[in-house]
């Protein structure tokens, strides 16, 4: 990994030049990708994704945006503290150590921003991760079984035992690819001592988006045997190991 920094008069530029030392203004414009052919496709949300094709691979492009009530007023602007606090250089970064540790996350390519007078607006590039699904595509698909749930249990313990805080830890943050489990989107994350309080509150929030998307309408008894049990089964053994 070789972590490079560009400024300029709008802001700057956080790559990773092992990557591709390519990266320059234009690739965080989703417009440009487009001009190119190179835009496959383009999703709404809280956050505006991009799939682009660049010289580093098939990627992901970001845009932060906030949500809730504040979207209303503050739209994609985030109050500038300094370029190290902006979301798009902190998840960089994070995503480089856990890359490190050698945890199952996107690769992350490069950060932006954009300084507006007291706010800016940032974006972030990784690598997509071919062949998934989310952890909700597969609830909806009726193949979140048992030995799934385990194995979502053990992505989180992994993360946990690192003492990475996912801030928004829920069934679409988790990607489930053929041979292995990833866990996306650490915009607001962090590292932690693992102390339990924080542990088993990023877990419950988990607990509440399966219920939320409908993986306890067989009754929450059910869900517990069949779902809930075998993830914190799953959980505590990669935990304690």
Known sequence: MHEQLRQDAEGAILFDASVSPQVGRDWFDPGYWQARG????????????AMIATPAGECVLRHYRRGGMVAAWMGDRYLWTGADRT???????????MQRQGLPVPKAVAAGYRKVGLHYRA?????????????????????LDTELAQEAGALVARFHRAGVWHADLNAHNVLVAPTALYLIDFDRG???APA???????LQRLRRSLLKLGAGQAGEEAFDREIWTPLLNGYERTFSA
Do not use: H
């Open 38 to 49: 190179a835009l496959s496709r383009q999703a709404g949300g809280r956050g505006g994704v």
């Open 87 to 97: 979301r798009s250089f902190a998840e960089f970064r994070l995503l480089l150590d």
């Open 123 to 143: 974006d972030l590039i990784t690598l997509r991760i071919p062949d998934t699904r989310t952890l909700a595509e597969c609830l909806a698909e009726n193949r």
């Open 190 to 192: 962090c590292k932690r």
């Open 196 to 202: 339990e309080s924080w542990r088993m509150a990023n």
